[in-house]
């Protein structure tokens, strides 16, 4: 059974920065992935990362602001936030699967942790 656990969520002001924990337990998988859903929203693909050679790939919006990672010796990944906007507020989710090419797709992934949320005040 898979088990993904989010943790690093909270409240900032805009400017500032946060970094989310992912904890995977049980099968590993190829890619981790982060995404995010705000209020009245679709969930939208945020980052991934692959773990054999840590390929990584960023959403336009979060390109140069955000960094994931992934140590696979602790079966955990991260999202580093910077510079965050109002507009990064949502809950932001990790994800996991043998994702190959379609790692922006939300529907690609089978494995779903409960989410964190994110607020960025103005």
């Known amino acids: 059974q898979v088990q993904l656990v989010e943790s690093g969520g909270g409240l900032v002001q805009a400017g500032g920065s946060l970094r989310l924990s992912c904890a995977a337990s049980g099968r590993t998988f190829t890619t981790m992935g982060w995404f995010r859903q705000a209020p009245g929203k679709e969930r939208e693909f945020v980052a991934a990362?692959?773990?054999?050679?840590?390929?990584?790939y960023y959403a336009d919006s979060v390109k140069g602001r955000f960094t994931i990672s992934r140590d696979n010796a602790k079966n955990m990944v991260y999202l580093q936030m910077n510079s965050l906007k109002p507009e990064d507020t949502a809950v932001y989710y990790c994800?996991?699967?043998?994702?190959?090419?379609?790692?922006?797709?939300?529907?690609?992934?089978?494995?779903w942790g409960q989410g964190t949320q994110v607020t960025v005040s103005s």
């Open positions: 990362i692959w773990s054999s050679g840590g390929r990584t």
């Open positions: 994800a996991t699967d043998n994702v190959a090419f379609a790692v922006r797709v939300t529907s690609a992934y089978e494995y």
